[in-house]
């Protein structure tokens, strides 16, 4: 097992949300994307290196940093005639940038959620937008905060196959996510927060200790 000693920085960026925000692939081919970067913050790291270091597809590698240049948290330039590369930008720290985030409506919490079906399964989600929109609307819009919702729709997709999986929902749907699973996703991260806040805290208190202990 491999164990990453990560700066107080790193965990900053990853308690932040980033992870959720981006989605752990398109955080993952970031992070590798990251390990290679020179003093200015640039590499010619190719996308097949990448597909490697994160285990993933080059196809999948190619829509992750598409992503990404669309947040803003990459830039991509082709350089040379012959024999072309491209460099890789990191111009903006994800832990301080600041997005335009619109607020959660029905229409976007079902896109939201066909982007995440897609990114786990590789196939589309069909919805029945009428139905679907209606169903958010009247369980979930205006009943949670937008963090909250965008904490249900990740939990939902990372632990389905382990807690909500069966025979008639193999897979996740808008109708058993308004109806059973949302209020259960939110309780899973909801308790996970709390273990994070303890741990925050702990760590904090070990180090305010350790500099007590000093003599500067």
């Known amino acids: 097992m491999v164990f990453m000693n990560l700066t ?5 960026i990853i308690r932040s949300g980033v992870i959720a925000r981006i989605g752990s692939t398109d955080f993952a081919v970031w992070l590798a994307i990251q390990s290679y970067v020179d003093s200015e913050g640039q590499t010619f790291l190719s996308q097949r290196k990448i597909a490697e270091l994160v285990g993933v597809s080059i196809p999948t590698v190619n829509k992750a940093v598409a992503r990404l240049e669309d947040a803003g948290v990459i830039e991509r330039e082709i350089v040379g005639k012959k024999r072309k590369k491209t460099v890789y930008s ?4 994800l832990l301080n940038r600041e997005e335009e985030k619109q607020p959660m409506t029905a229409t976007l919490f079902v ?10 399964y590789g196939v589309n989600y069909s919805p029945h937008w009428g139905r679907d929109c209606a169903m958010v ?7 949670f905060t937008d963090e909250q919702l965008e ?5 939902t997709f990372r632990d389905f196959q382990k807690k ?22 939110l309780a899973i991260w909801q308790e996970e927060q709390k273990k994070e806040q303890v741990i925050k805290e702990a760590e904090t208190e070990d180090l305010s200790k350790f500099f007590k202990n000093q003599d500067f």
């Open 164 to 185: 909500w999986s069966s025979r008639q929902f193999p897979r996740p749907t808008i109708g058993a996510l308004t109806t059973f699973i949302g209020n259960q996703a």
């Open 137 to 143: 609307k009247n369980k979930l819009i205006g009943t």
């Open 90 to 93: 990191t111009p903006v720290n």
């Open 151 to 155: 904490a249900i729709l990740v939990i």
């Open 111 to 120: 896109k939201r959620f066909c982007e995440l079906y897609l990114e786990t």
């Open 8 to 12: 107080m920085e790193q965990k900053e």
